[in-house]
């Protein structure tokens, strides 16, 4: 029999029921690749665990990886030790904090799949809507704050997560509903955003506030910058069109950074933004899904087509985009004071990983104290967690702890490792070409070195890593990225600036990852000696241009305008 295409799968399947039921009921250890497919609206992916497979391709090694959907990263104490009990009882003991703000667990099998998901929404943490074709998970700043205004930008990520949330009953009917498993061929709810085909591909939501770019707000579909007069929230600067993903020797793949669209009254989001999901609904690919990102809608139609098009489906009149001051990018790490006279702590966990290990036993450590002291829990874009709400007066005896368990605090650690993304890729991610998450640390300690022998250990650059083009560390908006390209060989690109406002491009190809920061360091050693005061690295790179730093590593002894 032919093998359906997803829109013909998402069509049938009546809002994402499909066979989905009866397959959790039998004893197979994976499901239909129709199935699968549906399963990922519903924040499930099936993998397997690729390096058991290598090692044993007689016995089977299927488990899924399953996605929480937390609008901001929030958690409240309750909901981060649930999560954390799931971990051990269901999944791999770890937790691993995504780029954008939520929770995976791996290794989860499908006989247990139910029993997790019932486990997670029994602490209130959903599934549904983490994967698939539809509005993902919508990023926010996560530093804690008390300030109403302020609040009320934090608070558009819950009610854009709510307002476009599927309506379909099916992962309740599905998964938590003991009493419902019927056959509910008849029951097709309304999806007046969706329809019944939902979205030609995922879609993404960022907001941040002006002059603070943690969220790197420019690679999603759409992005919107809080724009204050004084103290009172003015409305937001509306973005549109922003992606990373591409594939490899395809031209017609590519990243792109978000266009400004509009400055557009705090009453006006709800309405615009439902419009542009509505947009991609109806223009976005959906013959081709390596095209149906939003991103090619711009691009192919132009900035103009866009505006006219949204002017169209809402109705309010909107302004030009506002200018506002530059963006930065604060991390949030370390201790900071919340405008309520309580503190928070940025904590910073290596590629997002929250994990005992032999010598730093960072998930009993975080929760004992997250348990002790009932903090409550964001987790930021950059794979990082805050405690917050934190009496002044528990600071020594929760410093004292992170000290016991072996956490490194952000003082401890390199600017550049700081800086630092992975994206997950082996051993469980199906499209990884290459390693990331497990080798990047000492790719970075590599790089470490070569900046402390130049006497510039402090550099601040930003590095990322991904096993696949597909950009999940966002690489693309990196000062140096390195990008999977085949076995153990990545393409590496330059040029990103440090606030994330920059695609960076491909400087060389298929280099083996022994040779990553070797072939580098000559150009680190340039830009030690002939940067301006201040330059970062990727306006460096932009302002000597690739044919000199080609040069230079062809030839790290070439006769430049060095100084040795
Ligand atoms: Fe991603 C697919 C992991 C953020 C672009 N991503 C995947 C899958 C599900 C692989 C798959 O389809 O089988 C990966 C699961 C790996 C695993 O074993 O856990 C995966 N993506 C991740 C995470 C966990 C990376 C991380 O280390 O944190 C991030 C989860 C985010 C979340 O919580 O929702 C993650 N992915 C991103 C981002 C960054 C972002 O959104 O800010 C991007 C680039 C932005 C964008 O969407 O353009 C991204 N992921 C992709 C793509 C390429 C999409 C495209 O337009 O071409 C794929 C492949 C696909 O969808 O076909 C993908
Ligand atoms: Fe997997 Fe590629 Fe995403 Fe890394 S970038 S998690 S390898 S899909």
Redesign the pocket.
């Known amino acids: 029999m032919a093998k359906l295409s997803v829109e013909e799968i998402k069509l049938a399947s009546r809002n994402l029921r499909g066979s989905i039921l009866e397959e959790l009921k039998n004893s197979a250890l994976f499901f239909t690749s129709e199935a699968e497919k549906l399963l990922?609206f519903h924040g499930i992916?099936e993998?397997e665990d690729r390096d058991k497979r290598k090692l044993d391709r007689t016995t089977d090694h299927h488990q899924v990886?399953i996605?929480?959907?937390l609008p901001g990263g929030q958690l409240t104490p309750e909901q981060y030790l649930a999560m954390d009990d799931i971990a051990d009882n269901y999944a791999n003991g770890t937790l691993?904090?995504?780029?954008?703000?939520?929770?995976?667990l791996?290794g989860v099998l499908k006989s247990e799949l139910r029993e997790t998901i019932q486990a997670m929404n029994h602490a209130l943490v959903t599934t549904l809507g983490?994967?698939g074709d539809i509005v993902?998970?919508v990023?926010v700043c996560p530093a804690p704050t008390t300030k109403p205004q302020q609040q009320a930008v934090q608070e558009f990520a819950f009610t854009l997560n709510a307002a476009l949330y599927p309506q379909t009953r099916a992962y309740h009917q599905i998964f938590l509903d003991d009493t419902q498993l019927i056959d509910d061929s008849d029951i097709i709810e309304e999806e007046p955003i969706y329809g019944h085909t939902y979205l030609p591909?995922?879609f993404?939501i960022?907001i941040a506030y002006a002059g603070d770019n943690c969220?790197?707000i420019y690679?999603?579909?759409v992005g919107l910058v809080a724009v204050f007069d004084g103290d009172t929230l003015a409305g937001f600067n509306l973005l549109a069109g922003?992606?990373?993903?591409?594939?490899h020797n395809n031209d017609e793949?590519f990243?792109r950074l978000a266009d400004d669209i509009a400055f557009i009254r705090p009453e006006h989001v709800l309405e615009a933004v439902t419009a542009i999901v509505t947009i991609h609904r109806d223009y976005g690919s959906r013959e081709n899904?390596?095209h149906?990102?939003l991103?090619y809608i711009l691009h192919d139609k132009g900035v103009d087509w866009f505006r006219e098009e949204l002017a169209r489906r809402v109705s309010f009149l909107f302004d030009a985009p506002r200018p506002v001051q530059e963006f930065e990018v604060y991390d949030h790490l370390g201790w900071h004071e919340q405008d309520n006279g309580q503190l928070f702590l940025g904590v910073y966990v290596e590629?997002?990983r929250i994990i005992d290990r032999e010598n730093a036993r960072m998930r009993s450590g975080l929760r004992t104290i997250i348990e002790q002291f009932n903090l409550s829990v964001r987790l930021t874009?950059q794979?990082n967690l805050l405690l917050t709400n934190i009496n002044p007066a528990d600071r020594p005896a929760i410093e004292a702890m992170i000290a016991d368990y072996g956490i490194r605090t952000v003082e401890k650690i390199s600017k550049m490792r700081r800086n630092a993304?992975?994206?997950?890729?082996m051993?469980?991610?199906?499209?990884?070409i290459t390693e990331?998450?497990r080798v990047f640390p000492q790719i970075i300690s590599e790089f470490e070195d070569a900046l402390d022998s130049l006497n510039i250990g402090d550099s601040a650059i930003t590095a990322r890593m991904?096993g696949?083009?597909?950009?999940?560390?966002?690489p693309y908006v990196a000062e140096i990225a390195f990008v999977g390209r085949s076995l153990e060989k990545y393409t590496v690109f330059l040029g990103g600036n440090p606030n994330g406002t920059r695609l960076a491009k491909n400087f060389l190809d298929l280099v083996h990852i022994t040779e990553l920061v070797p072939t580098l360091t000559p150009i680190l050693r340039y830009y030690r000696d002939c940067r301006n005061e201040n330059e970062a690295f990727g306006d460096f790179v932009m302002r000597v241009g690739f044919d000199v730093l080609h040069a230079l590593v062809n030839d790290p002894d070439v006769k430049l305008a060095t100084g040795d």
């Open positions: 990922k992916y993998q990886m996605r929480a959907k691993r904090i995504t780029t954008r703000q939520t929770f995976q791996h983490a994967c993902r998970n990023l591909r995922k993404k960022a969220v790197d690679t999603n579909d922003g992606g990373m993903g591409m594939t793949t990243p899904r390596k149906a990102r991103k590629n997002g874009c794979q993304l992975a994206c997950v890729a051993p469980t991610c199906g499209l990884a990331a998450e991904t696949c083009p597909n950009g999940c560390a966002r």
